[in-house]
């Protein structure tokens, strides 16, 4: 990297850690072996420690938010030195993705717009900054014991980490408004609102401009970078002032207004260029120095962005089931993508990145695999010196980057979307709203202590790979690890090998062998389309597989490429829960025919598939049998230009669908087989029949399911007989909670407890059904994506004053019965009406007060009560400079008799009362 090049300019000091341990010399130290289980050991012999410390200034460290440090932590002897919980888990902009792509039939589809999920936090010198999307703020926290040094309120939500820079805190708020701050007691230094204050609107249930700071604030040689947007159909704002003083003050500085953009997410930068996310679309290129825009990116949207030293771009993750595109950023041509990539570290030659299943490591110029692993740490990835950190669901762990060998795991409550290490700390935080941190401490172990079974001593051995003896065969590829060599599947009959992609791997049936597809892997065959071993004219492809969940668009094998009317090559696959075979031959009607079998596959049943095509007509058997046949395509096969070869996926130029199941074997011949032999190979391999599914529990009614607060909810059903009933409730990362109802009835309800916020949970019933037997239900989703009841809140100290404004409360609601909805509390005064209106109802209450001093202290007072920005939010309005509040949005509105002591007052608010509800 360039001098010129380099991130954003990182404050360091100097720590010192030192341990000591007296370890047993080394022959003391002994492997032991015993049957299926075999004990490692790890020695250590008298370690001292020196690490120098570093800041994480920045969203992901730096202006390249390249998530990576030269620090060093001893990541083995990390233990929990303090945790910080927000009174409600975070707000984010947006509730995430949809559940599932109907059209493609696939679930866990990547979140393009998953920037706030979690207080990102940074850090300088000895303290700790984050924004929070609950309570509207910015806070410092004493790095060493996580106490609050200050904070500091906005009319809206922070959803972007700030940045630090040379003493100061620089940050965006959903207000509309850029503020910069004392970094050592919050005092505001200066703010700018780059579009004046026409209109509020209402978004997530907040008083907002359509003009919020969702960039942050990003400070390159003294000038702050930021942008104002929330809807492609309104204008957005690209702007650069002097970070000093918040002005435009030279000939660098703009206020740009921009067309037909969106932009949401932390903001890039290097000497050159601006880079700005645009959530659902992708990235937007302009020249730093002007705001002039260079172009956009091809591939997806989404708000992962990462720059690289070499002119490179990462950024994504697309949509559906995901990836992350490299691009060059000077002519924002594409040269390679990272399927099912979550989150990506760039460090020198080597790139390390995180899918939903598996952590890798490649060699980024020849693409060449380093090492991978299955894993579900599938949220979040930092490089600190020689070690990756990664977040997962109720978890964390650390992982040598050179092998990529766990070193450290430890739990913690939620979703792990955010990472930082600064000065001797690694700082945690999820969509809980915990932030933990973590230092190292001389009692704990140095490394993880693992107990490996082997499996290989209680199994049959395997049964060796059946010799092939046909000249026609051209590939062959067999799930065996005789034929495995690392990551590749060598061909048997000839020279194109298969890679296994993600964290694919191989797993027992009974003596054989097959790969495991569990919607992230496959095996991608190596070759172009011109090479003599892919099938040109007469062929036939043999597959044994099982699918256990059906696709829209499911692939066995083939390489095609289906865009809209551009339909070439073939595939061996599956539509919906039919097997199918799709080609074009080029004296055809130049578009896929795609056949399908008549019956439905049974899902987790093994298959014997066999597609054939002699230049006229195309077959398709299962089991022996003939499914179909068309003679609508005729001659040699029609290709595109380019294609992937691959096993297990739908995989073309747009679109990437991972099956799911298993593959034992893939051959393909130069020659059409006859049904005789098809039917020969039908028999050779057998595979065990599924187990016949458990007798399933009919209710006579229900479940019905409704959330009673953020973390319960009531579960009523009917059973068709007097039954005592079991719940059993089940979620990712939780063991099996039974909830139990021992009457004899017909009637249930069960209150489910202590549910995680945006989490997914499954729960089956099980009771004595019509033949007297024990009988579980099918399975069903609680998702509490979908709860939507508002926060709970404490109640105030009990001392007159706060009595006083309860009973007005309770009165209040009494005599309007409006209980749900936007309250308007004209005159909040010091907050106890606020939030008595609050916590005695389902009402979201939104003050407006004259009295600075008074808006500050009920600002604090509703923070420690955990009421403030989750249920109440209070705004400055007074006669001269009324808040410009958009019409018909109030369901109550109350005027505190405290305003009347502004005569001059009441009438413009009695006009407007009518306009707002």
């Known amino acids: 990297m360039n001098r010129t090049e380099q991130p954003i300019a990182i404050f360091k000091f100097q720590y010192v850690m030192r341990f000591q341990l007296n370890l047993p010399s080394l022959h003391h130290f002994m492997f032991h072996w015993k049957n299926i289980q075999s004990t490692f050991c790890v020695i250590a012999a008298f370690l001292t420690f020196e690490a120098v410390g570093e800041d994480w200034p920045v969203y992901q460290h730096d202006n390249y938010r390249s998530a990576k440090t030269t620090e060093q932590l001893p990541a083995s002897s990390l233990e929990t030195s303090w ?18 792509d109907a059209y493609a039939g696939i679930r866990g589809l990547k979140s393009m717009r998953n920037y706030d999920p979690v207080f990102h936090v940074i850090a300088a010198g000895n303290n700790v900054y984050f924004g929070s999307s609950v309570d509207d703020s910015v806070r410092c926290l004493d790095a060493e014991t996580g106490n609050e040094r200050w904070i500091y309120h906005t009319d809206g939500p922070i959803r972007i980490a700030p940045s630090y820079h040379d003493g100061r805190i620089f940050f965006g708020s959903d207000d509309g408004m850029v503020r910069c701050l004392d970094a050592e007691n919050g005092l505001l230094i200066w703010s700018f609102r780059p579009k004046p204050l026409e209109k509020l609107i209402l978004n997530n249930g907040k008083l907002i401009p359509f003009w919020p700071i969702r960039t942050g604030v990003l400070i390159r040689n003294d000038t702050a970078y930021f942008a104002a947007s929330l809807l492609p159909w309104k204008e957005s704002y690209l702007c650069a002032i002097d970070a000093a003083t918040g002005k435009l003050s030279a000939d660098k500085h703009f206020v740009k207004r921009i067309d037909n953009a969106t932009f949401e997410g932390a903001l890039l930068a290097s000497d050159e260029h601006l880079v700005a996310p645009q959530g659902r679309v992708s990235p937007l290129i302009y020249n730093r120095a002007n705001g002039k825009l260079l172009g956009g990116l091809k591939g997806g949207g989404g708000c992962f962005v990462m720059l690289t030293p070499d002119a490179g771009i990462l950024h994504g993750p697309g949509n559906k089931t995901g990836w992350i595109t490299d691009s060059n950023r000077s002519n924002r041509t594409t040269y390679a993508t990272y399927p099912n990539a979550n989150a990506m570290v760039v460090d020198g030659g080597k790139a390390f990145f995180l899918t939903n299943k598996s952590l890798a490591a490649m060699d980024r110029k020849n693409k060449n695999p380093l090492w991978g692993q299955e894993n579900t740490f599938s949220h979040s990835l930092i490089k600190a010196g020689e070690t990756l950190f990664a977040g997962g669901t109720d978890t964390l762990a650390a992982f040598e980057a050179l092998s990529g060998k766990m070193i450290w795991q430890s739990s913690i409550p939620g979703r792990v979307y955010g990472l930082a290490v600064a000065n001797g700390a690694l700082y945690a935080s999820t969509d809980q709203g915990i932030i933990q941190s973590f230092r190292p401490t001389a009692s704990s172990p140095l490394a993880l202590s693992q107990t490996v079974e082997n499996e290989s001593e209680s199994l049959p051995p395997l049964k060796p790979i059946q010799t092939v003896k046909d000249d026609s065969l051209i590939s062959r590829w067999v799930f065996h690890q005789d034929a495995t060599e690392g990551k590749v599947i060598r061909n048997l009959a000839g020279k194109l090998p298969a890679s296994l992609v993600g964290s694919a791997k191989l797993a027992r049936i009974d003596e054989k062998q097959a790969l495991t597809l569990d919607g992230s892997t496959s095996a991608l065959i190596k070759g172009d389309l011109s090479d003599s071993e892919i099938p040109k004219k007469q062929f036939s492809v043999e597959a044994w597989v099982r699918i256990d969940e059906p696709l829209s668009w499911g692939g066995i094998v083939g390489a095609i490429q289906d865009n809209g009317t551009y339909e ?9 829960q039919k097997f199918s075979f799709a080609l074009n031959g080029q004296n055809g009607p130049d578009k896929l025919n795609y056949m399908k079998a008549d019956e439905d596959f049974l899902t987790g049943q093994w298959y014997h598939l066999a597609a054939t095509y002699d230049g006229a007509t195309m077959s398709l058997h299962v089991n022996g049998a003939i499914a179909a046949t068309s003679t609508q395509q005729s001659g040699a096969i029609q290709y595109p230009p380019s294609a992937f ?15 799911k199941g298993m593959v034992h074997e893939v051959r393909v011949y130069h020659r059409v087989l006859s049904v005789e032999e098809i039917g020969n190979h039908t028999r050779e391999v057998d595979f065990p029949l599924p187990e016949p599914p458990a007798p399933v529990l009919e209710l006579a009614s229900g479940p019905i399911l409704q959330f009673i607060s953020k973390s319960e909810a009531e579960i009523s059903y009917e059973t068709v007989q007097p039954s005592p009933t079991k719940l059993i409730l089940t979620g990712k990362n939780k063991e099996p909670v039974v909830f139990l109802e021992n009457q004899l009835k017909t009637e249930h309800r069960m209150v489910l407890s202590s549910l995680q916020h945006n989490r997914v949970y499954s729960f089956t019933v099980e009771a004595i059904g019509n033949d007297g037997s024990l009988k579980a239900t099918e399975e069903f989703e609680c998702d509490n994506l979908f709860n939507f009841s508002m926060p709970r809140i404490t109640a105030l100290p009990h001392t007159t004053s706060n009595l006083e404004a309860s009973r007005l ?14 309250g308007l509390l004209i005159g909040s005064d010091d907050g106890r009406l606020a939030h008595s209106l609050a916590k005695q109802s389902q009402l979201r209450i939104i003050g407006l007060e004259k009295d600075p001093q008074k808006i500050a202290s009920s600002r604090d007072m509703l923070t420690s009560l955990g009421s403030y920005g989750s249920r109440i939010a209070i705004h400055k309005s007074t006669a001269s400079l009324p808040l410009p509040i958009t019409p018909m949005f109030a369901n109550l509105i109350v005027i505190h008799p405290a305003s009347s002591s502004e005569p001059a007052l009441l009438p413009p608010l009695f006009k407007n009362v009518a306009q707002w509800l």
């Open 83 to 100: 945790t910080w919980k927000s009174a409600h888990p975070p707000h984010p902009a947006w509730s995430g993705p949809a559940k599932w």
């Open 568 to 576: 070439k090559g073939w595939l061996l696959g599956f539509v919906d």
């Open 645 to 659: 070869y691959e096993i297990g996926a739908y995989h073309d130029k747009d679109e990437h669908y991972f099956s």
């Open 809 to 822: 409360a309770a009165t209040l609601i009494e005599d309007t019965g409006i209980r749900q909805g936007i």
